[in-house]
């Protein structure tokens, strides 16, 4: 059964024209030609209980205004939405109780005071019982690796540290579905790994259904087996991530270390130069050939090592986004 | 119903508690504000007194029952100030631009509770504190007396002042949804309801049916003192008890109606 369903969601904004120039401004005050933005156009997909969903594009594709209707904070323009059987946009507080939304550039917490102050607050406000509270908070805590700073006011908490203590106060009331908008914009490498193995690690614990948006390719890569892309407001994939390549990458990358020198012109005969920085080589050939010209790199050159790659994800998703051809 | 409304003032109550810790965080900020809550008071103070030296009797106030007008109204607008407004109201245009709002509009509890209750401001305490003292040297000092059902019609029209001024402070300042950036519309609220500290007979005909009936500021401290002091009959009760349902009733459509705008056109 499907927590989420979102059916041919359409989501446009009215916004106005203005000519350049304060007689533009003026003019603009008195009559005003108005025209449609499409955030999102016709995206419709089904996520099942317990999923780790990936939501990629671009910026301005449309994944923040999707999550946000998903949340109830935006009237769609159009489509059918049921999220745990609800429609969202109603905001009843039966279903706020059961999801989190957490936006990377917001924060909820009180920036003056120590952040076991805001979860105590959001206990209320969520009704959660003492003993599931205390329960919540210490395996939240122990998995985040908090303990010392529960009191330390968030104003004095580094970027990495205050990003840890926003999820506990999203989570604090165990909700089932997380929706999570660029959870590790701005921090560093270390942390952002640690972030990506607390969402594993509560996905796997709690079963909870998670939809993350993020522009870093690790995240994605490393905690969602299903991604589904999205631009211009439409959506371009939906499946496992290793599909991606196979559908739209028709090509494979052969490098190759050369024990002799060998002209760029050469190469490129045989394929679209990637990379060319002698002794290594980088050349894209199409799929079905790449044994053949594999083969004919050998026999006709002398090289040291060859290797028949898969292009790198990042790289096919770019080139879907801008459209190019990939060969 | 009771449940919902224990519950609210549970979580007020921790709110309370928060803005207590908040405000006496940077304690000299704290004691600063208190300062400048007194100054005011002085202020007001001298203005009377220098009205007064001029001339005995202001629209048939005297000098004694103006003080006590005046410490109605310091009372009424540092209540309406220190609850719906310097925290509250106030920050709305800002959540709106900032998207704060989207933070609150996600929480189980009611969003207007949110935006417009949500956290006292415990610095106006002492210039209501001075607001009683003023109308207590006030009484003492006319002469004037009164009876119990003029106390009790006097406490439920201030009251139902309150409402209203809430009322209008919620419809007022939702007009912010409609103009981004429009971070006076508060202060605007807030001069509306500064209204209310003239007495009654300072607005006549057109004006007096404009403040008695659209934007009731006779209602909120004039009337009630009017009604304590004997000027005005009892009998204003089951008006003033109507226009707070009236004015009540409309905040909550306009603030809905805001809502349904920002989630429509917001991005």
Same mark, same amino acid.
């Given at each position: 059964?499907?927590?989420?369903?979102?059916?041919?969601?359409?989501?446009?904004?009215?916004?106005?024209?203005? /000519?350049?120039? #304060?007689? =533009?401004? !003026?003019?603009?005050?008195?009559?005003? %030609?108005?025209?449609?933005? &499409?955030?999102?156009? @016709?995206?419709?997909?089904?996520?099942? /209980?317990?999923? #780790?969903? =990936?939501? !990629?594009?671009?910026?301005?594709?449309? %994944?923040?205004?999707?999550? &946000?209707?998903?949340? @109830?904070?935006?009237?769609?323009?159009?489509?059918?939405?049921?999220?745990?059987?609800?429609?969202?946009?109603?905001?009843?507080?039966?279903?706020?109780?059961?999801?989190?939304?957490?936006?990377?550039?917001?924060?909820?917490?009180?920036?003056?005071?120590?952040?076991?102050?805001?979860?105590?607050?959001?206990?209320?406000?969520?009704?959660?019982?003492?003993?599931?509270?205390?329960?919540?908070?210490?395996?939240?805590?122990?998995?985040?690796?908090?303990?010392?700073?529960?009191?330390?006011?968030?104003?004095?908490?580094?970027?990495?540290?205050?990003?840890?203590?926003?999820?506990?106060?999203?989570?604090?009331?165990?909700?089932?579905?997380?929706?999570?908008?660029?959870?590790?914009?701005?921090?560093?490498?270390?942390?952002?790994?640690?972030?990506?193995?607390?969402?594993?690690?509560?996905?796997?614990?709690?079963?909870?259904?998670?939809?993350?948006?993020?522009?870093?390719?690790?995240?994605?890569?490393?905690?969602?087996?299903?991604?589904?892309?999205?631009?211009?407001?439409?959506?371009?994939?939906?499946?496992?991530?290793?599909?991606?390549?196979?559908?739209?990458?028709?090509?494979?990358?052969?490098?190759?270390?050369?024990?002799?020198?060998?002209?760029?012109?050469?190469?490129?005969?045989?394929?679209?130069?990637?990379?060319?920085?002698?002794?290594?080589?980088?050349?894209?050939?199409?799929?079905?050939?790449?044994?053949?010209?594999?083969?004919?790199?050998?026999?006709?050159?002398?090289?040291?090592?060859?290797?028949?790659?898969?292009?790198?994800?990042?790289?096919?998703?770019?080139?879907?986004?801008?459209?190019?051809?990939?060969? | 119903?009771?449940?919902?409304?224990?519950?609210?003032?549970?979580?007020?109550?921790?709110?309370?508690?928060?803005?207590?810790?908040?405000?006496?965080?940077?304690?000299?900020?704290?004691?600063?504000?208190?300062?400048?809550?007194?100054?005011?008071?002085?202020?007001?103070?001298?203005?009377?007194?220098?009205?007064?030296?001029?001339?005995?009797?202001?629209?048939?106030?005297?000098?004694?029952?103006?003080?006590?007008?005046?410490?109605?109204?310091?009372?009424?607008?540092?209540?309406?100030?220190?609850?719906?407004?310097?925290?509250?109201?106030?920050?709305?245009?800002?959540?709106?631009?900032?998207?704060?709002?989207?933070?609150?509009?996600?929480?189980?509890?009611?969003?207007?509770?949110?935006?417009?209750?949500?956290?006292?401001?415990?610095?106006?305490?002492?210039?209501?504190?001075?607001?009683?003292?003023?109308?207590?040297?006030?009484?003492?000092?006319?002469?004037?007396?009164?009876?119990?059902?003029?106390?009790?019609?006097?406490?439920?029209?201030?009251?139902?002042?309150?409402?209203?001024?809430?009322?209008?402070?919620?419809?007022?300042?939702?007009?912010?949804?409609?103009?981004?950036?429009?971070?006076?519309?508060?202060?605007?609220?807030?001069?509306?309801?500064?209204?209310?500290?003239?007495?009654?007979?300072?607005?006549?005909?057109?004006?007096?049916?404009?403040?008695?009936?659209?934007?009731?500021?006779?209602?909120?401290?004039?009337?009630?003192?009017?009604?304590?002091?004997?000027?005005?009959?009892?009998?204003?009760?089951?008006?003033?008890?109507?226009?707070?349902?009236?004015?009540?009733?409309?905040?909550?459509?306009?603030?809905?109606?805001?809502?349904?705008?920002?989630?429509?056109?917001?991005?």
């Amino acid at each position: 059964m499907s927590l989420i369903s979102v059916h041919n969601l359409q989501k446009f904004y009215r916004v106005h024209q203005k /000519e350049p120039g #304060l007689s =533009g401004s !003026i003019k603009s005050l008195f009559h005003r %030609k108005y025209y449609d933005v &499409k955030a999102v156009d @016709g995206v419709s997909f089904e996520i099942g /209980e317990g999923e #780790l969903v =990936g939501f !990629i594009g671009p910026n301005g594709a449309g %994944k923040t205004t999707t999550l &946000k209707v998903l949340s @109830g904070l935006l009237y769609p323009t159009s489509g059918d939405i049921s999220v745990l059987g609800y429609i969202p946009w109603e905001r009843k507080p039966a279903f706020q109780k059961q999801f989190s939304l957490v936006m990377g550039q917001k924060n909820q917490l009180w920036w003056d005071l120590p952040a076991i102050e805001s979860f105590i607050l959001n206990k209320e406000i969520y009704e959660v019982p003492d003993d599931q509270y205390k329960q919540t908070l210490n395996e939240l805590v122990s998995l985040l690796e908090v303990e010392d700073i529960l009191k330390v006011q968030v104003r004095k908490l580094s970027l990495g540290q205050r990003m840890k203590m926003e999820l506990i106060a999203a989570l604090i009331h165990s909700p089932k579905i997380l929706f999570l908008d660029e959870p590790t914009i701005g921090l560093d490498v270390v942390m952002q790994k640690k972030m990506r193995e607390f969402i594993k690690a509560y996905n796997r614990k709690f079963r909870a259904t998670i939809i993350l948006t993020s522009h870093y390719m690790d995240d994605v890569k490393e905690l969602c087996e299903r991604v589904i892309i999205i631009d211009k407001g439409r959506l371009l994939f939906d499946g496992r991530l290793d599909e991606i390549t196979r559908k739209y990458a028709d090509h494979k990358l052969i490098s190759a270390v050369f024990s002799d020198h060998i002209t760029r012109a050469d190469l490129a005969k045989l394929g679209t130069v990637k990379e060319y920085d002698l002794p290594k080589a980088v050349i894209s050939v199409k799929r079905a050939e790449a044994p053949q010209i594999a083969a004919k790199l050998l026999e006709k050159y002398p090289i040291e090592d060859l290797n028949i790659e898969e292009p790198q994800i990042e790289d096919v998703i770019r080139e879907v986004f801008t459209g190019r051809d990939l060969a | 119903m009771v449940n919902n409304i224990s519950r609210y003032l549970k979580i007020w109550f921790k709110m309370a508690g928060v803005s207590m810790q908040l405000e006496t965080e940077y304690r000299s900020s704290f004691i600063l504000e208190i300062l400048v809550e007194i100054g005011f008071f002085v202020v007001t103070l001298i203005n009377i007194a220098v009205i007064y030296s001029n001339v005995p009797l202001v629209v048939g106030w005297t000098k004694w029952e103006a003080m006590i007008l005046m410490g109605m109204y310091m009372v009424f607008s540092e209540i309406v100030l220190g609850l719906a407004f310097i925290f509250n109201l106030r920050t709305l245009p800002d959540k709106i631009t900032k998207g704060d709002l989207d933070l609150i509009l996600l929480k189980p509890i009611d969003s207007q509770f949110q935006v417009s209750l949500w956290r006292p401001y415990f610095a106006s305490f002492p210039s209501l504190l001075s607001g009683i003292v003023v109308i207590f040297v006030g009484f003492a000092q006319s002469q004037i007396r009164f009876n119990i059902i003029q106390f009790l019609t006097f406490i439920l029209i201030f009251l139902c002042g309150l409402l209203i001024a809430y009322s209008l402070g919620i419809i007022i300042s939702s007009l912010v949804f409609w103009f981004i950036n429009a971070d006076s519309l508060p202060d605007l609220a807030e001069e509306v309801i500064f209204l209310s500290g003239r007495p009654s007979g300072v607005f006549p005909g057109f004006w007096r049916y404009l403040f008695l009936l659209i934007i009731p500021v006779i209602i909120m401290v004039s009337l009630p003192v009017e009604v304590l002091t004997g000027k005005q009959s009892v009998l204003w009760l089951p008006f003033a008890v109507i226009m707070a349902a009236i004015f009540l009733f409309l905040s909550r459509r306009f603030w809905l109606f805001a809502l349904r705008h920002y989630s429509s056109a917001s991005s």
